[in-house]
């Protein structure tokens, strides 16, 4: 399946998000949302009260990884805004609950994607949005009087 | 769980890891052997699925925690077909690294459907 223009001769700042490591970085974001929906989904259905608030807190872990994969899928300035917004969301949910996971272990008595700044999952949950934001710094789409 | 299989999955997926790790090395798409060792890992999977939903079925032994089981199952399937669309119009590096992440995940997958399995596998 070719693609219809090639990647590298049309410098469209605008679908630029998805392409190189756009798509790993798209890749990644699309097995966290998976993975974080799924499992906060089947912790709400099984057992919610036994830990409530980690369990809404792995359910809103995982809609922001899937607004973050749907933004970095989408073309445009609108979504390159809310992949900023998602993925700095993402950044702070992972250092507060990570912080407050290390501090204060009663608060949390079962794992999110976000405990201990993501151990559970071999940190990737703290790196993903620092690569995610330089990601989206380089690939801002220009305002019209850029070239 | 067919044990031998489970392993022989991991392995599969480890290798189709490794040679999407070496493309990528070599700032390539991914190599064509990468894409058909994929290929003979999904059917293995799909032989495997086949046979846990008829020894589930039959009643012979049934997982834990059957609904996480059968989900991880699905899941399980699904990861290499997407990540070889996800890099198929992709023939950079960046292609062979989608395939690299997909390798990683699915080993990570079949252990933990081993676990939920409940057996001491081989």
Known sequence: MSRLADPSAAAVPDDARRHGPGRVLIAIYGTFAVAATARAAYQLSTRFSEAPVAYLLSGFAGLVYVLATVALVRVGRAWWTVAVTAVSVELLGVLVVGTLSVLDRQAFPDETVWSGFGRGYGFIPLALPVLGLIWLRTTRPVSRAGN | MIGWLGTALIVGALVVAGLAGVSALRRRGPYLVAVAVAVIVEVMLVVQAVVAVAVAAYGR??????????????????????????????????????????????????????????????
């Open chain 2, 61 to 122: 032994q049934t997982p834990d925690e059957p609904g996480l089981f059968f989900s991880y199952l699905v899941a399980c399937t699904a990861v290499l077909p997407v990540s070889v669309l996800l890099a198929r119009a992709e023939r950079t590096q960046f292609g062979s690294l989608v395939i690299l992440v997909g390798g990683l995940v699915l080993a990570v997958l079949v252990v933990r459907l081993q676990q939920l399995w409940g057996v001491a596998v081989g």
